[in-house]
T-cell receptor, first 112, second 117 residues
Framework: GQNIDQPTEMTATEGAIVQINCTYQ??????LFWYQQHAGEAPTFLSY????GLEEKGRFSSFLSRSKGYSYLLLKELQMKDSASYLC?????????????FGSGTRLLVRP | DAGVIQSPRHEVTEMGQEVTLRCKPI?????LFWYRQTMMRGLELLIY????????DSGMPEDRFSAKMPNASFSTLKIQPSEPRDSAVYFC???????????????FGPGTRLTVL
């Protein structure tokens, strides 16, 4: 079966750096996405990785290692507004059809 | 642009009733996606369209669920008959990039919170 694992909750301090991990056991891997979702709101796109390595976008960076089935989202200079859930999603190519499956999300709490 | 528009924002209905959720994608976006989110199952892709044509509906849970896209600016997700286990937040999203293509950035609507009693 297809499986994506993320920690359920994390806590960090304003101004600090936090790393949110995502591991996946899937067949037909074809790319990985990170979305941010504030409580009661819709998800918003953060990043996309398909090749190994680090993609940097401002305070947020995302890393992928396909051989290890592993990704992380790195948030620097944490702000209170970064308190949200972070969803890891994997795109799969199966039987000539593309699927998108999401992890359960990591709830991040940023404290002053 | 107004973003993806969904209606209603909240729906409370009784078991057995028909429920219709509506979505207007961002103008110019050829790809539309319907999702369901619950605490137990997380965010699940139900179905997606390309140029009004359903491409993959393998995520639709049962025959009670159906989705249509009669034109480029409107889509519906219908549940008939509804059951309490259908209670969830239903999101619609649109994109200018296909799911198969690179960075498929999807823009989500605010969602419809459905409660089936």
């Amino acid at each position: 079966g297809q499986n994506i694992d993320q920690p359920t909750e994390m806590t960090a301090t304003e101004g600090a750096i936090v790393q949110i991990n995502c591991t996946y056991q899937t067949s037909g891997f074809n790319g990985l996405f990170w979305y941010q979702q504030h409580a009661g709101e819709a998800p918003t796109f953060l990043s996309y990785n398909v090749l190994d390595g680090l993609e940097e976008k401002g305070r947020f960076s995302s890393f992928l290692s396909r051989s290890k089935g592993y990704s992380y989202l790195l948030l620097k200079e944490l702000q209170m507004k970064d308190s949200a859930s972070y969803l890891c999603a994997v795109r799969l190519l199966m039987d000539s059809s593309y699927k998108l499956i999401f992890g359960s999300g990591t709830r991040l709490l940023v404290r002053p | 642009d107004a973003g993806v528009i969904q209606s209603p924002r909240h729906e409370v209905t009784e078991m057995g009733q028909e429920v219709t959720l509506r979505c207007k994608p961002i103008s110019g976006h050829d790809y539309l996606f319907w999702y369901r989110q619950t605490m137990m199952r997380g965010l699940e892709l139900l179905i997606y369209f390309n140029n009004n044509v359903p491409i993959d509906d393998s995520g639709m849970p049962e025959d009670r669920f159906s989705a249509k896209m009669p034109n480029a600016s409107f889509s519906t997700l219908k549940i008939q008959p509804s059951e309490p286990r259908d209670s969830a937040v239903y999101f619609c999203a649109s994109s200018s990039v296909p799911l198969a293509g690179g960075a498929n950035e999807q823009f989500f609507g605010p969602g419809t919170r459905l409660t089936v009693l």
